[in-house]
C-alpha cells in the first residue's frame, strides 16, 4: 500500500508593525509584515537524509519553493473622504537556487533580491457603488533570472512566476454595486 512516511520541520517568526494617525485632513496607515525563517527541513521518508532547504528556491521534497530568509511586505494608504490611495512594496532578499539544498557546491547563480510596487487607490461614489483601480509592477520590473548556469545551461530567460512577476506593468479597474 501507498504510504506517506515522510515529515518536514519548519520554524520562524512573522512579525507585524501597523500604525495609523490622522494627516492632511484624511487618515494614514503604514503596515509592515516580515517573515523570517529559521528553518525549513525535509525528508522523503524516515530512513532518508533531511534535506535543509532554508535559504533556497528548493520546496517540499524538491518541489519548487521559496524558502527565503526573510520576506518584507509593506503597504502605505491614506484615506480621506470616499477616496483612498495606496502603495504596497514587496521585497525579496537574495537567494540560493534549488539545486543548493542538496549541493551546496553547484555552479548555478543565486537568484538576486527583488522589489516590486504596486499603486491602487477606490472610490465610494454612494454606499451602493465604488470604484477600484490601479497599477501592478508600477515600474515594470524585469523578472528575477534563477537556474542560470553559466557555461552549463541556457536559461538566461527562466524566472519562477510565483515569485516573481513575469509579465511586467499592468492597469486594472474594477466596479462594485451592491443592491
Known amino acids: 500500500p ?25 487618515n494614514m496607515h503604514f503596515n509592515s509584515v516580515v517573515n523570517f525563517l529559521d528553518y525549513f527541513r525535509d525528508q522523503a521518508d524516515p530512513k532518508a537524509a533531511k534535506i535543509d532547504r532554508t535559504g533556497t528556491l528548493s520546496g517540499l521534497n524538491g518541489s519548487p519553493g521559496g524558502n527565503y530568509d526573510y520576506r518584507i511586505y509593506t503597504t502605505l494608504s491614506y484615506a480621506r473622504g470616499d477616496w483612498t490611495v495606496g502603495l ?6 537574495a537567494i540560493h537556487d534549488a539545486a543548493y539544498a542538496t549541493n ?9 533580491s527583488y522589489t516590486n510596487f504596486a499603486l491602487f487607490g477606490s472610490y465610494m461614489y454612494n454606499k451602493h457603488v465604488s ?13 528575477v ?4 548556469n553559466p557555461g552549463v545551461t541556457n536559461a538566461k530567460g527562466s524566472t519562477n512566476p510565483g515569485f516573481y512577476d513575469p509579465i511586467g506593468r499592468r492597469y486594472y479597474v474594477g466596479f462594485d454595486i451592491n443592491f
Do not use: H, S
Open 2 to 26: 501507498y504510504q506517506n512516511l515522510g515529515g518536514m520541520e519548519t520554524a520562524g517568526v512573522d512579525v507585524t508593525f501597523d500604525w495609523g494617525f490622522e494627516a492632511l485632513g484624511g
Open 88 to 93: 504596497r512594496n514587496t521585497y525579496l532578499p
Open 131 to 143: 470604484v477600484r483601480g490601479g497599477v501592478d509592477n508600477l515600474f515594470d520590473k524585469d523578472p
Open 145 to 148: 533570472i534563477v537556474g542560470y
Open 104 to 112: 551546496p557546491a553547484t555552479t548555478i547563480r543565486d537568484a538576486d
